[in-house]
């Protein structure tokens, strides 16, 4: 098991830098089964510096937490074509960042497909959230935190900049640091 400050580390540490937009972590809900209360705490400390969490799914198994900075997930949201995208897939567009986290949410709790457009949420590119989906996954030019049909180099140095803050953070989460110390001071 996982201490939640190793977890964030492993899978929220570039968010929690401010180099992502969000990132999608599974917590399993026997490891953290107080999670809902947990975050409160988390929340008032992030609160200030820009980041939020919010559970999008919770079932017997695990929790789907969503980390995110809301500032900038309404900008990769605002583009015409991440627009045209979540309304095909019957996003309310017109009513704030709550309303368009609801109605993921719903779609991840109700379609047997896990929605693919999630990557919009999660600052993927559009070009390569549009791949994925026109392409089913296949073909891509590059695989690593998503896959890429779009600029490759791009893609390459953000991923090497994503493990680099991973592998920092998780560094000083082993050597007893705290994920709030670390990011919250």
């Known amino acids: 098991m996982y201490s939640f400050d190793l977890l964030l580390a492993e899978h929220g540490a570039p968010v929690l830098a401010g ?5 999608l972590i599974t917590c399993r809900r026997a490891w953290y089964p107080d999670l809902p209360e947990l975050l409160k705490t988390y ?26 900075r809301p500032e900038r997930l309404l900008n990769d949201l605002a583009s015409q074509e991440a627009r045209t995208l ?26 047997r497909e896990f929605p693919h ?32 049909y779009g600029d490759e180099q791009a893609a390459r ?3 090497h900049q994503f ?6 953070a998780r ?4 050597r007893g640091m705290t994920i709030l110390e670390l990011f919250a001071a």
């Open 19 to 23: 180099i992502k937009t969000a990132n």
């Open 43 to 68: 929340q008032t400390v992030f609160h200030d510096r820009g980041v939020r969490f919010r559970i999008l799914c919770a079932c017997d198994y695990r929790f789907l937490l969503l980390i995110y």
């Open 86 to 111: 979540l309304m095909q897939n019957g996003y309310p567009m017109e009513e704030g960042l709550d309303a368009l986290l609801e109605h993921l949410s719903e779609r991840i709790m109700t379609n």
């Open 117 to 148: 457009e999630i990557g919009l949420f999660l600052g993927y590119p559009v070009e390569d959230v549009r791949g994925f989906i026109e392409q089913r996954g296949k073909d891509c030019k590059l695989s690593g935190y998503w896959k890429v």
């Open 157 to 159: 140095r953000l991923f």
């Open 163 to 168: 493990d680099r803050c991973r592998d920092t």
């Open 171 to 174: 560094g000083y989460i082993e």
